[in-house]
């Protein structure tokens, strides 16, 4: 399938809540959706924390947030180069930064939010220095260091393969042997800080499959497109705006039907003081925000809208 159609499968779905669709359209929507969330090109390195009072007439006016309460002595921690979801360049941080910070904002809570290498946030949430980070996937090792809040958003995570490779990726479902078989051998693109499907994770280690780990998804992106590597395994969304911005979508092709579906989440380390609390008032500021009717509104403004 033609990486394309499927950006365009992707910007359709994103206006409902990230439900499952089967319609596609075409690469001008993906286009669509990057000139609607980019603002300048991507920044990369490590910034200024970014904080920002309340602005009138947004969540006082529509009953989302109390006043904010005093700065509480820790940030929260974010990569860039994760488009719609999170990126200094974005409107508001992102998707899922601006859904942290305005659950967070519910319970009377304002942090300011930093964005740095993944490596380096996670490890600085794991050690404490940092209050929490996000958007994570669920893996066991990950769960051994930190808890995990409720799914702030669920994704499909969908195969690119290159046009170079010699590659085959049969699709038929979850009972399909064929789906791992495909892998071995093969040349996986997996950016610092993203995690593999289990699957995949367990036959990098078994050496069944080879890992390139470049610093970040455009890396990937490029790697698969010219050939280095065989193979992204990456959610529909983040993948659509990555392949779209580095304007090589000719040269990658993408499977019809999702590999997994994964849930993104906040996360806190285990050692940090307060820890089960910080993840309780995030949770009942994220149901705060659905029953308002505000989650709905953010994935509206953070995505395009369907193709007429």
Same mark, same amino acid.
């Given at each position: ?5 499927? /950006? ?14 089967? %319609?596609? +359209?075409? #690469? ?18 490590? /910034? !200024?924390?970014? %904080? ?7 969540? +006082?006016? %529509? ?14 921690? @974010? ?8 990126? &200094? ?7 899922? @930064? &601006? ?5 967070? +904002? ?8 930093? =964005? ?8 600085? $949430?794991?050690?404490?220095? =940092? #209050? ?30 290159? *046009? ?18 495909? =892998? ?6 997996? !950016? ?17 499959? @080879? ?13 698969? /497109? @010219?050939?280095?590597?065989? $193979? #992204?395994?990456?959610? &529909? =969304? ?16 993408? %499977? &019809? ?15 940090? !003081? ?8 995030? *949770? ?19 995505? /395009?809208?369907? *193709?007429?």
């Amino acid at each position: 399938m033609d990486v394309r159609d499927k /950006a365009g499968r992707a910007a359709d779905r994103a206006g409902r809540g990230v439900r499952r669709s089967a %319609s596609v +359209a075409g #690469l001008a929507v993906a286009q669509v959706m990057v000139q609607a969330l980019t603002v300048t090109g991507l920044v990369l390195c490590a /910034a !200024p924390a970014w %904080s920002r009072a309340l602005e009138p007439g947004s969540e +006082a006016a %529509s009953g989302t947030a109390p006043a904010p309460a005093p700065y509480t002595g820790l940030d929260l921690v @974010t990569g860039g180069d994760y488009a719609p979801f999170t990126g &200094e360049d974005l409107p508001g941080g992102g998707l899922v @930064t &601006e859904l942290v910070r305005r659950a967070f +904002a519910v319970g009377g809570r304002q942090y300011d939010v930093r =964005f740095m290498p993944w490596r380096r946030g996670y490890d600085g $949430v794991v050690s404490g220095r =940092f #209050l929490a980070t996000f958007p994570y996937v669920r893996t066991p090792e990950r769960e051994r260091e930190v808890l995990f809040s409720d799914p702030v958003i669920e994704l499909r995570q969908f195969v690119y393969l290159s *046009n170079r490779s010699a590659m085959d990726f049969r699709d038929g479902g979850d009972g399909d042997p064929g789906r791992l078989e495909d =892998f071995g051998g093969r040349t996986i693109c997996q !950016p610092v800080g993203y995690a593999l499907p289990a699957a995949l994770e367990a036959m990098v280690v078994q050496g069944r499959l @080879t890992r390139q780990a470049p610093s970040d998804l455009g890396a990937c992106v490029r790697m698969v /497109a @010219t050939g280095r590597a065989d $193979v #992204l395994v990456i959610d &529909e =969304f983040s993948g659509a705006v990555a392949i779209a911005r580095s304007g090589l979508a000719e040269d990658i092709r993408v %499977s &019809e039907r999702p590999f997994a579906v994964v849930t993104l989440h906040v996360v806190v380390g285990r050692a940090t !003081p307060g820890a089960e609390a910080t993840v309780a008032i995030f *949770n009942d500021g994220l149901k705060t925000l659905k029953l308002q009717g505000v989650y709905q509104q953010l994935l509206s403004s953070h995505t /395009a809208p369907r *193709n007429p």
